[in-house]
């Protein structure tokens, strides 16, 4: 049997074993803005539509190497534009339209993206931000009228298929470079993790979580595409209709953000929650560990945890997929099998074991990088940074016990995580920043029952007197137009002064901990209310 190195080889090697099977779907519940009625593609539909679609991006002139930003939200259409410019060789710049335009334009800038794809509603917005760049077309989808052809693959294992953006912790997003390997090694692995994560075939995996990120775009879509299996998108989270959709799609398997638990658990309790058998097991991170035990025995399936970052991608992933799991104690269990890891102090030296320490993780073949991401796109300096001493520096804090079990502790990295969202604290920083109101501020996490983290800043100005809540609300709407609603503070205190270090930096720890007690004592003005998607 012929190796299939690119996105595409492995996926018309999947059509020709399972044509008539279904592979995408997405329900009438999360097409209704723009369908009469749910959307699903065999794998033989879906093929055909993939040909149409390449058959058209080459006659418009893209080609390998290039790059192709889609503005579709959680549409199918994500899916089916991957697979055309990966049989082109060419690459995914997926965007979220939540996005500021302000953050829209610095990821086309940034990325050298040629063209503009997406959703009607989208295109006068997308040709506004075309018209502040060079060499950007807008195209709407109604031009993409290719007839369907046979493509052959374009490109190698180590080819650009996407380029994804994650907030780092100096600033702006980077470009995390993810190859048709990182893809394919994804889909690998997670088939096969086994025990409670068998999958095959018959599996029905529903997701809610956006093509904008690796979760959905990588793990979820390379796991069911390499068994067979069908991937229903929703078009976000709807908690009180959420187990009604599992069960008229008939899921087996669940993709979660640890959110989803805590606000499922908030519901009254019902003599049907339980599944009965239907759901295998849901696959995600961040669950809340009181939450687990009681999740677990009301809606009657387990809550696998696991530990990935969009830079390892399947090259290296931790996954609680086996018994011991330890519900309730942050375990994230155990390393799959193609990857080593470290636990180190500051100094990178490793660890006692038991001992808290940083980890770091890489391939266990001879390339250490294999099946990770490429690198930062235009960022070397921060790719060889992160590889120092030829391992992956995660910036997240866990520890080891004496069976090799992980549990994850905190991060080290000043990245806040609000539902599933990493966002960098220097870039929140620097939108507060440009506010003429502020002199100064901080930006850490603190707790947040449902969300797990949220963003709280810290904000000194020169007019004391000035401290109230209406400067509060105005230097929160301007941050809040500058970027994603997620981004914005949830809670801004005023302050006199900002805690620092002996060397005169901001000291990040005081910082964490003054937050806290702050939230404790209710003192911040609370914006959490306001942090709303954009209907």
Known sequence: MAVSNTIYEVFVAAASEHATRPFLRAPAS?????????????????????QRLAASYRDLGIGQGERVAIAYDSRLDVYLHLLALNALGASLVPLNMTASDRELQYFLQHSDTILITGADEYLARLAALADRLDSVRVVPGEQFTGRPEAISAVGTAKT?????????????????????????????????????????????????????????????FMAMLMCGGCVIQLDRFHPRSWWQTVRDEKATVIHYLGVMPAIL????????????????????????????????????????????????????????????????????????RSMQLRIVDKDDND???????????????????????????????????????????????????????????????????????????????????ACDAVDNCAVTAVPDEIRGDEVFAYIVVSDIEDRSDVLAERIFDHCNSQLTYFKAPGYIEFTEALPLTASQKISRAEVKRL????????????????KRRAS
């Open 30 to 50: 999360s097409t209704k803005s723009y369908a009469a009625d749910a959307i699903e593609y065999s794998y033989n539909e879906a093929m055909h539509e993939v």
């Open 160 to 220: 650009e298929a996407a380029l994804l953006y994650t907030s780092g912790t100096t600033g702006k997003p980077k470009g995390c470079m993810l190859s048709n390997e990182y893809f394919v090694t994804m889909g690998r692995e997670y088939n096969a993790l086994g025990a409670y994560c068998a999958i095959g075939p018959d599996d029905r995996l529903l997701t809610p979580l956006p093509p904008n990120h690796m979760n959905a775009l990588s793990t979820s």
């Open 265 to 336: 658990l908030t519901f009254p309790a019902d003599d049907g929650d339980h599944l009965q058998g239907q759901v295998r097991f849901g696959f995600g991170a961040g669950s809340d560990p009181r939450h687990q035990a009681v999740f677990e025995s009301r809606f009657g399936f387990p809550l696998i945890e696991a530990w990935a970052m969009t830079e390892s991608g399947g090259g290296g992933m931790i996954v609680a997929n086996r018994e011991p799991r330890h519900l309730g104690k942050r375990c994230i269990g155990r390393p799959i």
């Open 351 to 433: 660890v006692a074991s038991g001992a808290d320490g940083e980890l770091l993780v890489r391939s266990a073949g001879s390339d250490p990088r294999a099946g990770f991401f490429g690198g930062y796109y235009k960022d070397e300096a921060s790719t060889e940074e992160g590889w120092k001493g030829g391992w992956w520096h995660t910036g997240d804090v866990v520890r080891c016990d004496d069976q090799g079990l992980l549990y994850f502790v905190d991060r080290r990295k000043n990245v806040i995580r609000r539902s599933g969202e990493n966002i960098a604290a220097v870039e929140v920083e620097a939108a507060l920043l």
């Open 515 to 530: 937050a806290r007690l702050a939230v404790e004592n209710g003192s911040p003005v609370d914006f959490r209310s306001r």
